[in-house]
T-cell receptor
Framework: SAVISQKPSRDICQRGTSLTIQCQVDSQVTMMFWYRQQPGQSLTLIATANQGSEATYESGFVIDKFPISRPNLTFSTLTVSNMSPEDSSIYLC??????????????FGPGTRLTVL | SQQGEEDPQALSIQEGENATMNCSYKTSINNLQWYRQNSGRGLVHLILIRSNEREKHSGRLRVTLDTSKKSSSLLITASRAADTASYFCATRSGNTGKLIFGQGTTLQVKP
């Protein structure tokens, strides 16, 4: 499996500020994703991070709020902008690895636990 | 939107017992994956079962898939206290791309 690291592992932020989360993978991967997990909830996909181009956002998520960069095949960042307490969540980076001729397994980083006051 | 529904939402058993969790989904899938999450930390990939497979084993884990009923189950045999965690199923419609997660089952294994 791919080894994925995220920084920071947790943070406490003031409302109105922004936080950038970094995701580093130990090998080149084609697909990288960012998920959000609100307290006590399941995971929701925010966007697919595309290398060298704009991310593809899911319904309900916009670039102005969650700008994403992916400068190469092993690194991506997610920024949570103009934060409010409702943004308090765990943010998880995920990558895909080819597991067979027609299917991929998806692996997750350790997550970043964000608390907005 | 969430595709998967899992039941039970919470399960409490004694160490040594078996734990069974179920997952149902709505649309056709390419594969289904099960994950474990300990105390709000990152997800650990447990097992992937493809749409043309009916059963798969990995150690103490047994996963079944019934595409006619659009459901899957995860069986953990001879449970241990360390198995205490939340378990999620996730489905994928194509060969690649986004996963859609179920709501998860919280398992507590009492020593």
């Amino acid at each position: 499996s791919a080894v994925i690291s995220q920084k920071p592992s947790r943070d406490i932020c003031q409302r109105g500020t922004s936080l950038t989360i970094q995701c580093q993978v130990d090998s080149q991967v084609t697909m990288m994703f960012w998920y959000r997990q609100q307290p006590g909830q399941s995971l929701t996909l925010i966007a697919t991070a595309n290398q060298g181009s704009e991310a593809t956002y899911e319904s309900g998520f916009v670039i102005d709020k969650f700008p994403i960069s992916r400068p190469n095949l092993t690194f991506s960042t997610l920024t949570v902008s103009n934060m409010s307490p409702e943004d308090s969540s765990i943010y998880l980076c995920s990558v895909e690895r080819l597991a067979g001729p027609s299917y991929n397994e998806q692996f997750f980083g350790p997550g970043t636990r964000l608390t907005v006051l | 939107s969430q595709q998967g529904e899992e039941d039970p939402q919470a399960l409490s058993i004694q160490e040594g017992e078996n734990a069974t969790m179920n997952c149902s989904y709505k649309t056709s899938i390419n594969n289904l994956q099960w994950y474990r999450q300990n105390s709000g930390r990152g997800l650990v990939h447990l097992i992937l079962i493809r749409s043309n497979e009916r059963e798969k084993h990995s150690g103490r884990l047994r996963v079944t898939l019934d595409t006619s009923k659009k459901s899957s189950s995860l069986l953990i045999t001879a449970s241990r206290a360390a198995d205490t965690a939340s378990y999620f199923c996730a489905t994928r419609s194509g060969n690649t791309g986004k996963l859609i997660f179920g709501q998860g089952t919280t398992l507590q294994v009492k020593p």
